[in-house]
């Protein structure tokens, strides 16, 4: 038995040190957290027991992971989205539960042994519906999916999933009541859940609204944070006394908090709460397996690995197919999607908790979801590949594709190539129009594409990432390509293949600040345009301008400043803001240092320092508060103030040589 104190040092040790391990594997913290619970379980080494004190933490990680969930809910999105969302979604979950009730009938029917009731049927197909957002969103980010047609069916799916868990918490424990009780129990469960729901959406948004700018007001951080987790907590608790789930209520507190001009705020501020004790549920969960009884029954294991998977994957596909996509969007939705979710293990640990599912039963279907877990980011790696062995039109449809785009272009001579057709690509397009100048575009989202071919534009669908999609928009004759999405990733990889294609085409690339800028024209960007520093050089020459500077010089200072590539304007000085901005400290800042009497610096020249060394400059040196001119030669004094320029790392460590 472990105090409570231990108890939580031993979780948190353990989780450190999974997450590191997995993180080196370049795989999701979340099986870390899994792994763990496995090795420290009362089933493997025995370190702790599945005790009450885990299981209030693991019930936390949850509350927070729904509040998250409400905060992301979005009316706007799900309008945008509805015919995914709740078309293909709805279908999706609806058809899974009632084909695994179906195979449970099928099952108890021709081997009465293998029993399993539909009610344990029905909380294994919600667990079984359920995807894993983590692992599928990282993976389409960085494959730079996220847009494409495939990758918006799947973030339609995965938004009905995380919908679909709300009713399915409440229905699941009342499955456990006598079947006389059971109609009764889901008709007052559902009428309390629209009572609270009602209540809470009339009467809480504005409520929610006013309070959290009383709040805000104050100006604490800490009084706001205290303030979040109150209203988190205490709906969750309103909830769990009207009968239903404390998750149900953090739902809405999200949801409600979502509609305020906080939303950005809180999300910032609840992130650690919820990765720490959403971790220590991962844990909980991981501590419930039993491996000796999984490794006796391997093969039982691996059924259930492979059949709800394969089930899941073709239930996908069909869908979508049905839903008007072609073979191989269908495909690759299907294989993006088939692996169990973060939700499946809640809605399975409330089951098991309910005695709706036989321990046995449980300890295989975990296993077998956890390994379907492990192999989701290598499918979803290959699918590509997996997709073209199979699906015999998807060549036909890619090279129709690029066909349709080589023939709008090829009579195209001297164009401006511009990917991706957004805001920023659609001011590109109409200034090069006024201009006459011809250009054609890619862009991958199949909407904006159909409206704007509608409207004349020339634009076609097509992944600027792709060399025969580059070839087909004619980059041999092109003048100039544009990268309008400040996306340094998918910058780097069209430069890739821009300097095998045509090394010689001058290529303009959007950023967001300065920080890729050396990275990217080291790549070959011809220019680069950090949006932070363009914009500070507009709003500088405006107010220049209004201060009486004669126009041309203000023009000339702008001019120099792009001529330097923004060197006088790269770095600023960091605040206590900035932080989460740059986690990894590879932003470009400025940072002032004071020479005290005990300073190594202190009697030494510039140039002795050897500061750029170590990624650092100098850029000012204050003496006696003026601004001092200094050489390399300069000899540094008591009371001197450094400021230094370079990357976060690079000016502490300039620091730490100076003092």
Request: proline share 3%; hydrophobic share 55%.
């Amino acid at each position: 038995m472990h105090s409570g104190l231990e108890l939580t040092l031993l979780l948190l040790g353990c989780a450190v040190l999974g997450v590191v391990a997995f993180r080196m594997l370049h795989l999701p913290p979340m099986l870390g957290y899994l792994a763990v619970g496995v090795i420290i379980g009362p089933h493997a080494l025995a370190l702790a027991e599945d005790s009450p004190a885990t299981r209030t933490l693991a019930e936390f990680g949850v509350v927070f992971l729904m509040f998250s969930i409400g905060l992301e809910f979005s009316l706007a999105q799900l309008k945008s989205m509805r015919r995914i969302v709740f078309g293909l979604g709805l279908a999706q979950v609806v058809v899974t539960i009632a084909v695994a009730m179906g195979c449970a009938l099928f099952i108890s029917y021709w081997a009465p042994d293998l029993h399993v009731s539909w009610q344990a049927a029905f909380a294994l197909g919600g667990a079984l519906a359920m995807s894993s957002t983590a692992i599928v969103v990282k993976m389409l980010t960085e494959r730079l999916e996220l847009e494409s047609e495939h990758g918006r069916r799947i973030i339609g799916i995965l938004l009905f999933q995380d919908l679909a868990v709300v009713p399915l918490l409440i229905m699941i424990p009342s499955l456990a009541r006598p079947p006389e009780e059971l109609v009764v129990t889901l008709g007052w469960a559902a009428v309390k859940a629209a009572f609270v729901l009602a209540l809470l959406l009339i009467f809480g948004q504005k409520l929610m609204r006013n309070w959290f700018t009383i709040v805000a007001k104050r100006r604490s951080q800490e009084l706001f944070m205290l303030n979040l987790l109150l209203v988190t907590l205490g709906l969750a608790w309103v909830t769990e006394q009207a009968g239903l789930s404390l998750a149900l209520g953090a739902f809405v507190a999200g949801m409600l908090i979502s509609e305020t001009q906080y939303k950005h705020q809180v999300e910032e501020d609840i992130k650690p709460f919820r990765d720490v004790l959403l971790g220590l549920f991962f844990i909980t969960v991981g501590m419930l397996l039993n491996v000796r009884l999984v490794l006796e029954h391997w093969w039982l294991v691996l059924a259930l690995l492979v059949f709800p998977v394969l089930l899941k994957f073709a239930i996908i596909a069909l869908l979508a197919k049905a839903f008007g996509s072609r073979d191989g969007v269908s495909m690759r939705t299907g294989l993006a999607l088939a692996q169990a979710g973060e939700f499946g293990f809640v809605l399975l640990n409330l089951a098991s908790g309910s005695k709706l599912i036989d321990p046995f039963l449980i300890q295989l279907v975990l296993a077998s979801m956890v390994l379907s877990m492990l192999l989701a980011p290598f499918v979803i790696q290959n699918m590509d590949k997996l997709v073209l062995k199979v699906a015999v039109n998807e060549w036909m449809a890619q090279s129709l594709q690029l066909t349709q785009l080589a023939s709008r272009t090829m009579k195209t001579h001297k164009h401006v190539i511009i990917l991706g057709f957004g805001r920023s690509g659609q001011s590109l397009a109409t200034m090069l129009s006024e201009e006459k100048l011809p250009w054609y575009a890619l862009d991958l989202d199949p909407e904006r594409v159909q409206e704007a071919q509608a409207a004349g534009a020339n634009v076609s669908y097509g992944d600027a990432a792709r060399r025969e999609a580059l070839i087909a928009a004619g980059i041999n004759r092109a003048s100039a390509l544009v990268i309008t999405s400040a996306n340094t990733p998918l910058a780097l990889k069209v430069l890739h293949l821009v300097h095998e294609l045509a090394p010689n085409l001058p290529v303009i690339v959007r950023a967001h600040d300065d920080s890729d800028l050396d990275i990217l024209k080291k790549a070959g960007a011809t220019e680069v345009v950090p949006e932070a520093l363009e914009s500070s050089l507009m709003l500088a020459s405006h107010a220049l301008v209004v201060m009486g500077v004669p126009l041309r010089r203000v023009v000339h200072r702008v001019q120099n400043a792009r001529d330097e590539r923004y060197a006088s304007l790269r770095g600023y000085f960091h605040g206590a803001g900035d932080v989460s901005d740059d986690p990894e400290h590879t932003y470009v800042r400025l940072h002032s240092v004071t020479l005290r009497s005990e300073a190594a610096a202190v009697g030494k020249r510039i140039a002795e320092m050897a500061l750029e060394e170590v990624g650092a400059e100098v850029t000012t040196l204050r003496r006696n508060g003026q601004s001092l001119g200094w050489t390399p030669q300069t000899l540094l004094l008591v009371g001197d103030v450094l400021v230094l320029r370079g990357a976060g790392e690079a000016v502490n460590r300039a620091e730490s040589r100076l003092l």
